[in-house]
């Protein structure tokens, strides 16, 4: 597609529901990226996935919280028994992966966990 | 400890003024560095970036700057536009490392007609 497509663009759910985010890159990028961005913070790195390699989980913040991709397309962002904490907006981004760190966000997805 | 520091919440500037965004960092590792803006209910959108080889990368109305020594750098607008009203990120990584982007907190930039 053209530009990052994120779904669902908005998502209410009640504490300790599972949540699955989907994340469609640019076509050909074989780079995937999974931010999120709480009420009044910045930026915050959750994953990375790059080709076939094995993913950099080294910002998810706790075991609830998993991504998957297959190959180079979509990913999914699950979170497990939701709390509070988690809203925020979830955004993926994507990137050529050998030209250069210019990334692309999709526009995110919006959770409130009630 | 925040590896990249954006440390004015927000800023006002009048139209047709010029915007001043800074941006500090700490690693010394970094060596590019990139200005996102994001507006209330979309994604960042990639702004204007700069290499440590460079201290200057100008676009349009929009310039950055880099002092490698004082690990400091900044977004110019000029003139400032009500458009350009939005949150700006600073982000920084290593050449050829973009899994390690590393995000400011966001500066709000509010420009008054």
């Known amino acids: 597609g053209a530009g990052v497509s994120q779904s669902p663009s908005n998502k209410v759910t009640e504490k300790g529901k599972d949540v699955e985010l989907r994340c469609d890159p640019i076509?050909?990028?074989?780079?995937l990226y999974w931010y999120r961005q709480r009420l009044g913070q910045g930026l915050e790195f959750l994953i990375y996935f790059q080709g076939n390699s094995a993913p950099d989980k080294s910002g998810l913040p706790s075991d609830r919280f998993s991504a998957e991709r297959t190959g180079e397309s979509v990913s999914t962002l699950t979170i497990q028994r939701t709390q509070q904490e988690d809203s925020a907006v979830y955004l993926c981004a994507s990137n050529p992966g050998a030209a250069g760190n210019t990334i692309y966000f999709g526009e995110g997805s919006w959770l409130t966990v009630v | 400890d925040q590896q990249v520091k954006q440390n004015s919440p927000s800023l006002s500037v009048q139209e047709g003024r010029i915007s001043i965004l800074n941006c500090d960092y700490t690693?010394?590792?970094?060596?590019?560095f990139l200005w996102y803006k994001k507006y209330p209910a979309e994604g960042p959108t990639f702004l204007i970036s700069?290499?440590?080889?460079?201290d200057k990368n100008e676009d349009g109305r929009f310039t950055v700057f880099l002092n490698k020594s004082a690990k400091h750098l900044s977004l110019h607008i000029v003139p400032s536009q009500p458009g350009d009203s939005a949150v700006y990120f600073c982000a920084a990584s290593g050449l050829g490392s973009a899994r390690q982007l590393t995000f400011g907190s966001g500066t709000q930039l509010t420009v008054l007609p």
């Open positions: 700069i290499s440590s080889i460079k």
């Open positions: 076509s050909g990028h074989t780079a």
């Open positions: 690693n010394s590792m970094f060596d590019y």
